[in-house]
């Protein structure tokens, strides 16, 4: 397992766990800083076995879900996004138009007004 890789471990009712209880999540940020313009491109990659479609939505697209295209060679959702250089934006994936996640390898993670946490992609040089 690398370091792109999270386990999120569910426990049973008897607090064991076993293999059928581990998913494996895959995130990754990835940055483009240009010399020449004032944004940064930004590529946003999401893998869950269980999940047949992601969408990102943050401040940069005002919430609005913006569908991820699957990679089946890779097994992974990606989409890029070109942002402002110097901020930081708030945002989350949608997996299966029902479920919210953030991102493991986000920059940080900031309270939201639902009681819960925001990924955050910062594009400070």
């Known amino acids: 397992m690398n370091a792109r890789h ?4 569910l426990k049973q009712d008897n607090n064991q766990l076993d293999d059928t209880n581990l998913i494996m999540e895959n995130t990754m940020l990835t940055k483009k800083f240009f010399k020449t313009k004032d944004e940064v491109e930004v590529t946003f ?13 943050g401040e940069f697209n005002d919430w609005q879900p913006l569908a991820m295209k699957f990679n ?3 097994k992974v959702f990606r989409t890029k996004v070109r942002l402002p250089k110097g901020g930081e934006f708030q945002f989350k994936y949608l997996l299966n138009e029902d ?9 940080k993670y900031i309270p939201n007004i639902a009681g819960t946490e925001d990924s955050v992609v910062s594009t400070h040089a």
């Open 99 to 107: 479920e919210w996640e953030n991102d493991y390898q986000a920059d």
């Open 72 to 74: 089946k060679k890779e």
């Open 45 to 57: 990659e999401f893998s869950r076995e269980d999940v047949t479609s992601v969408a990102l939505a």
């Open 6 to 9: 999270e386990i999120v471990m």
